[in-house]
T-cell receptor
Framework: KAGVTQTPRYLIKTRGQQVTLSCSPISGHRSVSWYQQTPGQGLQFLFEYFSETQRNKGNFPGRFSGRQFSNSRSEMNVSTLELGDSALYLC???????????FGPGTRLLVL | AQSVTQLGSHVSVSEGALVLLRCNYSSSVPPYLFWYVQYPNQGLQLLLKYTTGATLVKGINGFEAEFKKSETSFHLTKPSAHMSDAAEYFCAVTLYSGYSTLTFGKGTMLLVSP
């Protein structure tokens, strides 16, 4: 099976812009989670989607949002970008009832 | 709420030496525990996991970890380090099967010298 894929791999944006990141889970996985990784805060959970519904949400401002499509692909959006949003954004998928999350390669976002 | 503490942000070993990366957790319920590895400019790769059953778990690339409930620990070991083991290692905890929120430690960078 193909692994989790994320596009784009790299992005450069300026403050105030918005950005959309995409994630395609492993085939058959309906759960998609997003994490933010920064040198200062480490890996932090953003949100999880399951069957097009947000099932869980981390402690991030409302500028961070996401959605999931009927084919389980997910997108996350960050509006009004701030310098502190520069990070590696990781997507992970999980099988129904499973305990293991499988991660994609990430999208590295640089905000100037 | 659960939490994970990884002792040592950097660990240096010589090639062929024992690798020991420490992880302690706190959880209100029996946890599921994971070790992931991250190579530069890549995502996270699962090394091994503990869910239930045998407390000594073996993973890929010769790594293993032992779940010790009394010590709330899940330390990662490898008998003999290889240069290719140089990477960042993350310990993570989740509450139960089906629950998707992983709580990660801060990570330990493993440096391997020849």
């Amino acid at each position: 099976k193909a692994g989790v894929t994320q596009t784009p791999r790299y992005l450069i944006k300026t403050r105030g812009q918005q950005v959309t990141l995409s994630c395609s889970p492993i085939s058959g996985h309906r759960s998609v989670s997003w994490y933010q990784q920064t040198p200062g805060q480490g890996l932090q959970f953003l949100f999880e989607y399951f069957s097009e519904t947000q099932r869980n949400k981390g402690n991030f401002p409302g500028r961070f949002s996401g959605r999931q499509f009927s084919n389980s692909r997910s997108e996350m959006n960050v509006s009004t970008l701030e310098l502190g949003d520069s990070a590696l954004y990781l997507c992970a998928s999980k099988a129904d009832g499973g305990e293991t999350q499988y991660f994609g390669p990430g999208t590295r976002l640089l905000v100037l | 709420a659960q939490s994970v503490t990884q002792l040592g942000s950097h660990v240096s070993v010589s090639e062929g030496a024992l690798v020991l990366l420490r992880c302690n957790y706190s959880s209100s319920v029996p946890p599921y525990l994971f070790w992931y590895v991250q190579y530069p400019n890549q995502g996270l790769q699962l090394l091994l996991k503990y869910t239930t059953g045998a407390t000594l778990v073996k993973g890929i690339n010769g790594f293993e970890a032992e779940f010790k409930k009394s010590e709330t620990s899940f330390h990662l070991t490898k008998p003999s380090a290889h240069m290719s083991d140089a990477a960042e290692y993350f310990c993570a905890v989740t509450l139960y099967s089906g629950y998707s929120t992983l709580t990660f430690g801060k990570g330990t960078m493993l440096l391997v010298s020849p």
